[in-house]
């Protein structure tokens, strides 16, 4: 009997002293140039850039984002504009994602129009593979166990 007592106290001891999982902490935007909210007037030739340095606390979580203009919908749809995903460089910090506003490539009628960085630490969900996408948030819907972080600057086109 003692011999089943110390077999029970050492696998309740075992299971007392496993990790806990990790935390899933959100992403976040480290540094961004020109600021969030900025209003980026492109001109011909003009190479004005737009730069977001990537990071999150979970050292290896993939980063997925999408670039998006018009978006959250409203009168005019928003269109998905590009994705990448980033794999985990062993620290908080990723790499830089830049990108040079254009209104030509991107289809952008004369006026202003929101240019939205949105990065999740999961993988986005896809309507076209049945998953349930939220309406409000069609092109960057993300899991219940996900964190999302979005960052807007106003693009002028004119």
Same mark, same amino acid.
């Given at each position: 009997?003692?011999? &089943? @007592?110390?077999?029970?106290?050492?696998?309740?001891?075992?299971?007392?002293?496993?990790?806990?999982?990790?935390? *899933?902490?959100?992403?976040?935007?480290?540094?961004?140039?020109?600021?969030?909210?900025? =209003?980026?007037?492109?001109?011909?030739?003009?190479?004005?850039?737009?730069?977001?340095?990537?990071?999150?606390? *979970?050292?290896?979580?993939? @980063?997925?984002?999408? !670039?998006?203009?018009?978006? %959250?919908?409203?009168?005019? %749809?928003?269109?998905?504009?590009?994705?990448?995903?980033?794999?985990?460089?062993?620290?908080?910090?990723?790499?830089?994602?830049?990108?040079?506003?254009?209104?030509?490539?991107?289809?952008?009628?004369?006026? =202003?129009?929101? &240019?939205? &960085?949105?990065?999740?630490?999961?993988?986005? @969900?896809?309507?076209?593979?049945?998953?349930?996408?939220?309406?409000?948030?069609? &092109?960057?819907?993300?899991?219940?166990?996900?964190?999302?972080?979005?960052?807007?600057? !106003?693009?002028?086109?004119?």
């Amino acid at each position: 009997m003692k011999g &089943l @007592l110390a077999i029970g106290v050492l696998v309740l001891g075992a299971c007392s002293t496993a990790e806990e999982p990790e935390a *899933n902490h959100p992403p976040f935007i480290a540094t961004s140039a020109p600021e969030e909210g900025a =209003i980026i007037t492109p001109g011909a030739g003009s190479g004005r850039e737009i730069a977001a340095t990537l990071a999150d606390e *979970n050292i290896g979580d993939h @980063l997925f984002m999408r !670039l998006l203009i018009d978006y %959250p919908g409203g009168e005019v %749809p928003g269109q998905l504009l590009r994705t990448l995903e980033l794999p985990p460089s062993g620290s908080p910090v990723r790499s830089t994602m830049r990108v040079q506003p254009d209104c030509r490539a991107f289809a952008a009628a004369s006026g =202003i129009h929101r &240019l939205m &960085l949105s990065v999740s630490d999961r993988p986005f @969900l896809d309507a076209l593979a049945g998953e349930d996408v939220d309406p409000e948030a069609p &092109l960057d819907s993300i899991r219940v166990d996900a964190h999302r972080v979005r960052v807007v600057w !106003l693009l002028n086109c004119l």
